[in-house]
């Protein structure tokens, strides 16, 4: 007859739900095997015969030593140490289990040396993509200070548009980015880690370095401009902000070639105020004005979804809210 479910203690069950006598039902491994201190405990207590000295050498008070030894002995079932004032003994058993305890330590010893290589591999270099204006205007304050923080650390930095930022991170190529667009591209998480303006500038001799009123939107919308490529968040921004651009009047690369352009008078321009504010203070470059549109954006730090910046790359993130 099959024994009821408040059966005694030495009966288990099968995979079908029923009781087979003489088996301890199995839990989680956790559960039923010792952890790594207490096995480090019982492995000094082995060494040194002693369970106080074995308590100073892992710096726990020797309550704290026996409860501990106590606890694995009720865990495991068996008597491990043998107490009395001359010192601690191992009992047959408990020499058994340090044997085997021997053996995890060790293995935990190289798993700990392997994982300290993953981390020293990782923390050796740092890749980072970042869009035109930032690496420009802000990385390279940051990095002079993550060199402070991580003189072994080399690192390298991929410029382009916000685009190719994200395609960077999602092919791994890049541990972190910086993106200056309107949105978070797809596949990425991100935070804010800065805010920016985008002003309209024209070099003094412009006729729009002369207005006394501000430009209006759709003039600006329908105005060729000297303008970064497509892709790129500076181009998003403005693109997104007056509902559509007239084709440019001449499409570059990068911010300092468009800012060089529009110094030089090949026609007005929209920057970020992190890119012109020497031209601005020299007047090489005139701020105009502009009605109705704001052209404010946030600056982001980016990352692939799910894959929260870890070593040298969170140490960067971190410097970049300081």
Same mark, same amino acid.
């Given at each position: 007859?099959?024994?009821?479910?408040?059966?005694?203690? *030495? @009966?288990?069950?099968?995979? *079908?739900?029923?009781?087979?006598?003489?088996?301890?039902?199995?839990?989680?491994?956790?559960?039923?095997?010792?952890?790594?201190?207490?096995?480090?405990?019982?492995?000094?207590?082995?060494?040194? *015969?002693?369970?106080?000295?074995?308590?100073?050498?892992?710096?726990? +008070?020797?309550?704290?030593?026996?409860?501990?030894?106590?606890?694995?002995?009720?865990?495991?079932?068996?008597?491990?140490?043998?107490?009395?004032?001359?010192?601690?003994?191992?009992?047959?058993?408990?020499?058994?289990?340090?044997?085997?305890?021997?053996?995890?330590?060790?293995?935990?010893?190289?798993?700990?040396?392997?994982?300290?290589?993953?981390?020293?591999?990782?923390?050796?270099?740092?890749?980072?993509?970042?869009?035109? +204006?930032?690496?420009?205007?802000?990385?390279?304050?940051?990095?002079?200070?993550?060199?402070?923080?991580?003189?072994?650390?080399?690192?390298?930095?991929?410029?382009?548009?916000?685009?190719?930022?994200?395609?960077?991170?999602?092919?791994?190529?890049?541990?972190?980015?910086?993106?200056?667009?309107?949105?978070?591209?797809?596949?990425?998480?991100?935070?804010?880690?800065?805010?920016?303006?985008?002003?309209?500038?024209?070099?003094?001799?412009?006729?729009?370095?002369?207005?006394?009123?501000?430009?209006?939107?759709?003039?600006?919308?329908?105005?060729?401009?000297?303008?970064?490529?497509?892709?790129?968040?500076?181009?998003?921004?403005?693109?997104?902000?007056?509902?559509?651009?007239?084709?440019?009047?001449?499409?570059?690369?990068?911010? +300092?070639?468009?800012?060089?352009?529009?110094?030089?008078? @090949?026609?007005?321009?929209?920057l970020s105020e992190l890119a012109v504010g020497e031209e601005l203070a020299t007047r090489r470059l005139v701020s105009v004005p502009v009605a109705?549109?704001?052209?404010?954006?946030?600056?982001?730090?980016?990352?692939?979804?799910?894959?929260?910046?870890?070593?040298?790359?969170?140490?960067?993130?971190?410097? +970049?809210?300081?």
């Amino acid at each position: 007859m099959s024994s009821s479910a408040g059966g005694t203690g *030495g @009966a288990g069950r099968t995979e *079908g739900g029923q009781d087979t006598p003489g088996r301890q039902v199995a839990g989680s491994l956790a559960h039923r095997v010792p952890d790594l201190g207490a096995m480090e405990l019982l492995l000094a207590v082995a060494r040194l *015969g002693s369970l106080g000295g074995a308590a100073r050498e892992l710096g726990i +008070t020797q309550p704290a030593a026996s409860s501990r030894i106590r606890s694995m002995e009720r865990q495991l079932g068996v008597a491990l140490v043998d107490r009395s004032p001359r010192g601690s003994r191992l009992t047959d058993a408990g020499a058994l289990v340090t044997d085997w305890a021997r053996r995890i330590v060790e293995a935990a010893e190289a798993f700990d040396a392997g994982a300290q290589a993953l981390r020293d591999r990782r923390d050796s270099r740092l890749r980072v993509a970042a869009s035109m +204006t930032i690496a420009e205007y802000l990385l390279p304050g940051w990095l002079v200070a993550l060199r402070g923080q991580l003189p072994d650390t080399a690192v390298s930095l991929l410029a382009g548009n916000s685009a190719a930022v994200a395609e960077r991170l999602l092919s791994g190529e890049a541990d972190l980015g910086f993106v200056e667009g309107v949105s978070v591209p797809s596949g990425l998480d991100s935070a804010v880690i800065a805010h920016d303006r985008l002003i309209v500038v024209a070099a003094p001799g412009h006729p729009w370095a002369r207005r006394r009123r501000p430009l209006a939107a759709a003039e600006l919308a329908a105005t060729p401009l000297i303008l970064r490529e497509k892709g790129s968040g500076t181009r998003q921004v403005l693109d997104a902000a007056l509902g559509g651009l007239a084709r440019p009047l001449i499409e570059l690369s990068s911010t +300092t070639a468009v800012k060089a352009a529009a110094v030089g008078g @090949a026609g007005p321009s929209v920057l970020s105020e992190l890119a012109v504010g020497e031209e601005l203070a020299t007047r090489r470059l005139v701020s105009v004005p502009v009605a109705d549109v704001a052209l404010a954006r946030d600056l982001r730090a980016v990352w692939p979804t799910g894959h929260r910046p870890t070593g040298p790359a969170r140490q960067l993130l971190s410097l +970049t809210r300081a």
